[in-house]
C-alpha cells in the first residue's frame, strides 16, 4: 500500500517562505513524475508545477519566478520552494506523484496560508 503525504505548510507573513515536501511511504517507490497542485478556499483544484524523469520542472504562470520544484537524486521526495509568498498563494496543496505513466497516488493536502 502507498502512502503520500505533504509537509511543511503552515503560517507564512506576505513576502515569506515555505518549504514543502512530498513523499510516499509503505511502498516507496522512484516516481517517474511529479506535481504539485493548490486549492485554494472556495476554488477549484489547479496545478502549480511538475517534473517529469529527466526533465526541468514547469511551473504555472501565477507562481513562475517566485516557487521553485526539486526532488531528491533517488526520486523519492519532491519540493516546492516557495518566495515571495502573496496572500492570494493560501491554499491547501497537494502532492501527486506517479510511479508510472496512468498510476499515480495524491496526498492528504497540506493547509499554506499567508497572512500579516
Known amino acids: 500500500q502507498v502512502h503520500v503525504a505533504e509537509s511543511g505548510g503552515g503560517l507564512a507573513q506576505p513576502g515569506g517562505s515555505l518549504r514543502l515536501s512530498c513523499a510516499a511511504s509503505?511502498?516507496?517507490?522512484?516516481?517517474?513524475?511529479a506535481s504539485w497542485y493548490r486549492q485554494p478556499p472556495g476554488k477549484e483544484r489547479e496545478w502549480v508545477a511538475g517534473?517529469?524523469?529527466?526533465?526541468?520542472?514547469d511551473y504555472a504562470d501565477a507562481v513562475k519566478g517566485r516557487f521553485t520544484m526539486s526532488r531528491d537524486s533517488a526520486r523519492t521526495t519532491a519540493y516546492l520552494q516557495m518566495n515571495s509568498l502573496k496572500p492570494e498563494d493560501t491554499a491547501v496543496y497537494y502532492c501527486?506523484?506517479?510511479?508510472?505513466?496512468?498510476?499515480?497516488?495524491w496526498g492528504e493536502g497540506t493547509l499554506v496560508t499567508v497572512s500579516s
Open positions: 501527486n506523484l506517479s510511479r508510472a505513466p496512468g498510476v499515480s497516488y
Open positions: 509503505g511502498r516507496i517507490f522512484s516516481f517517474y513524475a
Open positions: 517534473i517529469r524523469s529527466g526533465g526541468s520542472p
